[in-house]
């Protein structure tokens, strides 16, 4: 059985970013690549305990080079760096699921660690056929078309929330609890470990009931509405030419096949 494990770095214990920036601005960044290391590992032991052959790590928070690889479970390989053609290469209908660690709130929801989808900088929100979506969704999509079910998704408690609402048969474990885009009441790190590891367990587990996850899916064709920050960046989209109409002065709008297509 194989499985992957995709990991960003806002959402493990005891990260917040800085009042004004990003994560990657904040003197909390050096500890939240440690603690995304050390929940990815434990999802990936949880999931060869549970009787794994392969497990593939993705290092998705910004440029893709943020765990300390040597920190890992030696069973595993390791997709890391940007630029790839398509996102999660090597992912494909072989593989029985994928976890989501240390994801983060969308956009436009109050009171959670570094809320955002994509870019904090550009984006006001994304909304695929009218509904609000955030990373979780779209890389679930992505994964889904493969015919991948997300089997655990580990974030604050407004993205486990966000996760039961878009995916209710998946496993979750709620690292902190958010009280603001910079502030949380945070699970030890050692213990949200723990909880990782067992929750990975238990899905890879569950896996193995037929249907016990469905993969998630957008209908095909889709229209992606983006809201940028500033008017101009929604201007310079729209003027591209590759697809994307004006829909007002911030937002813009794009009829594609699949979500693969926007990346
Ligand atoms: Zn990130």
Known sequence: MKFAVAVDCEGPACVVGNAGGTLNDSVNYEF??????????????????????????????GGGLNLDYDRLDTRVDIALGSGSAHRFPGLDGSFAGICFVGYHAMDNTADAVIAHTFSSKTYQGMKVNGREVGEMAVDAAIAGGRGVPVILITSDDKGTAEAQRFFPDIETVTTK????????????????????????????????????FRPFTFPSPLTLEVRHKRIETAQGDSRRGNGWERVDAYTVRRRMESIEDYF
Do not use: C, W
Request: proline residues 2%; glycine residues 8%.
């Open 32 to 61: 939240a690549k440690k603690q995304a290391t050390r929940e990815a590992d434990a999802a990936a032991r949880g999931l060869f305990d549970a009787g794994a052959t392969h497990v593939l790590v993705y290092d998705y928070h």
């Open 177 to 212: 609890t958010s009280y603001g885009y910079n502030t949380a009441v945070s699970m030890h790190p050692a213990r949200a470990v723990e909880a990782i590891y067992a929750a990975a367990k238990k899905a890879g587990q569950r896996a193995k009931e037929r249907g016990a």
